[in-house]
């Protein structure tokens, strides 16, 4: 798992895997994550949500990735999360049923 560092502050973490949740996750722990996001304040998180296609084809962000990154976020105590994207309903419904899932997951 290399870790490349581009200047003073900036690291790209690359990865192999077939879990895209724990790939998200562990590519945030690489670069360190918690110590680079401001903890009080609101951290955005922005997928494609271009249309419905599989995440297969490269234009939409599969929502295991995003689960992946909540779920680091939340590791570190990190309460003010948003997702952001205007999206059509069916896409919104989707996102909302998996944060509904990963809050019962965590209580």
Known sequence: ?????LGVSMKVAILKGTNPSNMAAKALEMINGNKVLPLRKPV???PNY???????TGITTDSRIIEGVINYLQKY???NIIIGKGVDLLILLKLFALL????????
Request: net charge neutral.
């Open 50 to 56: 271009l249309n419905a296609n599989h995440p297969s």
């Open 44 to 46: 955005l998180i922005k």
């Open 1 to 5: 798992m290399p870790l490349i560092q």
């Open 100 to 107: 509904v899932w990963i809050w019962y997951q965590k209580n």
């Open 77 to 79: 105590d990190f309460e």
